[in-house]
């Protein structure tokens, strides 16, 4: 760190030497408070960058979950619509019949 000349320390008045001594040493100083800076935002910088990666690894692995879990209900649907469809294919006829009516209707206004 710096260290300061008094004229009461050493009995004589700082030149413009000594002046010159402890602004280079304060400019040493600061360069180096500026490099702990530095390599502390650097390492709060990687510690927010790992913490938002781990944030983003777990919304795509809890968007995946979901995507296989509607996946599934999707093809549990399915299945259950095949089956209605060969018990009664009759009435899946009608039904189709009457949603293709009522499309028609809504698309010619």
Avoid: Y
Avoid at 67 to 72: C, D, G, H, M
Avoid at 79 to 104: H, K, T, Y
């Amino acid at each position: 760190m710096a260290t300061t000349a008094s004229a009461t320390s050493n009995g004589k008045t700082p030149t413009s030497a000594d002046l010159e001594k402890q602004i280079a040493q304060l400019r040493e100083d600061i360069s180096e408070i500026a490099k702990t800076v530095g390599t502390m935002g650097s390492a709060k910088g990687a510690d927010a960058k790992a913490r938002a990666r781990e944030k983003v690894d777990d919304l795509n692995a809890a968007s995946r979950d979901m995507i296989a879990s509607l996946n599934e209900q999707v093809g549990e649907l399915e299945d259950s619509v095949v089956g209605r469809v060969r018990e009664r294919p009759f009435a899946a006829l009608g039904i189709a019949a009457g949603i293709g009516f009522a499309l028609a209707l809504l698309a010619r206004r």
